[in-house]
């Protein structure tokens, strides 16, 4: 019966404590204590909702407790320096100290194990080269009527309402400091967007908002506006993100406030639904020819769409969309792409898509990669790509990978302050930053916050400046897969070239590669549908027969 002995005691108290109570009045507050556990350990008795209550009454609540915070326990006295949940205190602090432009050298030597395998590197050189300037920049949409020099380092989508007020001010500014764009998320433009006057990537999900009717479909004069706006220096569509792809979202009636409505355009006090496709086209052609018309509707800023890569031969029908475009119909080819990888962080999506849906970057990265040079389209179409980039090394090897340039969300979170809390979904962010509660955002200091934001994109550009001198390169774009090298076991090391088959200029014009993904799926991808291969639907039909 011990598990009733927190009970017993309440009440043995309650009774030792009234009598003495009315002889000393300082004793009122046992009877207080006593009186509270009593009724707290009655209640838990006669409630029907948890056995765990009814059978260990009061006692049950100490395990809640400990509960609540183990998070917090194990991230602070825990999990190693090098324990990434998902991101490393080591990779945190590296953040934080270029934010706050203090001390980011390492003493006495690598917490990495060396001999660990998937431990990564980069080859120095003999002859190092010296680069004076660190703003690296890629020119995007070349042939548009208004192109883009982007950095090489960016803000990934976060949409005002997953971020709150202040967070979104101070990111932009320090964007507009540091000369590198902020994506909108595809929240639309709000007008904390807008106060500073950092440049924009407008993100259009499948909701259109800031850019829909009544109805929830594409309105292409309320999109001609908003891409009228100077800040607005390209267009991206997106198709999915990698933490939930192929998942929509509702953001509840209850926090469809006025300022979320007027921004998106949607009525305040009604869910908001961002469907899981899109309407304004449903095959690869279709989406092509949306391209052009957002292009020509912007006029002439570089649009393209931001992708989590899933069954392969729809990427590779949007690919085949692309082939037949290049010749006959041009202005429907994307200026640029987005790769963004299943590691990618959001303020909330189902566990199962978080831990289980989705390629990896790298291999997503890859394949788009390896599909534009078969083509002999890469020149024509950037690539960019997003998913736990934090520092300079992450940048080199994902440009190493095939990336023109590399976007980051939660990098920029904690240059803001995030704590990794894991309380974005709560709207109880203890820094402000994922809420829109204004008791907490309001005390997030956006001139503070713009400051370490601009400090953090520039201290790591240096960062990337200093590893490229020491591999005798001179701008991010020299960097390929024969510049990075993994640790593949005990006794084995590969460089990335090595590791992954890279297809040549023009090699899926002419015929199809041995390489398992494109011998599998490319001769059946469709241009016009997104519909399976028929062996794929076959097999898929004979479940239920």
Known sequence: MSRYSAYAASWLLLLVSMPLALRWPGWWWGVGIALLLVLLGSWDLLQTRTTLRRNYPILAHFRYGLESVGPEMRQYFIESDTAEAPFSRQQRTLVYRRAKNVMDVVPFGSLQDAYAVDYEWINHSLAPTEIPDHDFRVVVGAACAQPYSASVFNISAMSFGSLSANAVRALNEGARRGGFYHDTGEGSISPYHLENGGDLVWEIGSGYFGCRDEAGRFDPARFAEQAARPQVKMIEIKLSQGAKPGHGGVLPAAKVSAEIAATRGVPMGIDCVSPARHAAFDTPMGLLRFVARLREL????????????????????????????????????????????????????????????????????????????????????????????????????????????????????????????????????????????????????????????????????????????????????????????????????????????????????????????????????????????????????????
């Open 298 to 545: 912007s006029g002439g800023k570089p649009v393209g769409f931001k992708l989590a890569i899933g069954h392969p031969w729809e990427w590779f029908g949007i690919a085949k969309a692309m082939a037949e475009s290049a010749t006959s119909q041009p202005e429907c080819l994307p200026d640029f792409i987005v790769v963004d990888g299943a590691e990618g962080g959001t303020g909330a999506a189902p566990a199962e898509f978080i831990d289980h849906i989705g390629v990896p970057m790298h291999e997503a990265l890859l394949l788009v990669h390896n599909t534009l040079v078969g083509l002999d389209l890469r020149d024509r179409v950037r690539v960019a790509a997003a998913g736990k980039i934090t520092s300079a090394f992450d940048i080199a090897r994902t440009l190493a990978l095939g990336a023109d340039w590399c976007n980051a969300a939660r990098g920029y979170m904690f240059a803001l302050g995030c704590i990794q809390s894991l309380s974005c979904h709560t709207d109880r962010c203890p820094t402000g930053i994922a809420t829109q509660n204004p008791h907490r955002w309001k005390h997030l200091d956006p001139a503070d916050k713009a400051t370490r934001v601009h400090q953090f994109h520039d201290n790591t550009l240096r960062a990337l400046r200093d590893l490229l001198c020491a591999s005798g390169l001179e701008h991010p774009s020299d960097l390929g897969p024969e510049h990075i090298l993994r640790r593949v076991s005990p006794v084995e090391i590969r460089s990335l070239a090595a590791l992954y088959r890279y297809l040549r200029p023009g090699e899926l014009l002419q015929r199809i590669p041995e390489h398992a993904v494109f011998h599998d799926f490319w001769a059946e991808a469709r241009s016009d549908a997104f519909c399976p291969p028929a062996r794929v639907d076959a097999l898929r039909r004979s479940k239920a027969s």
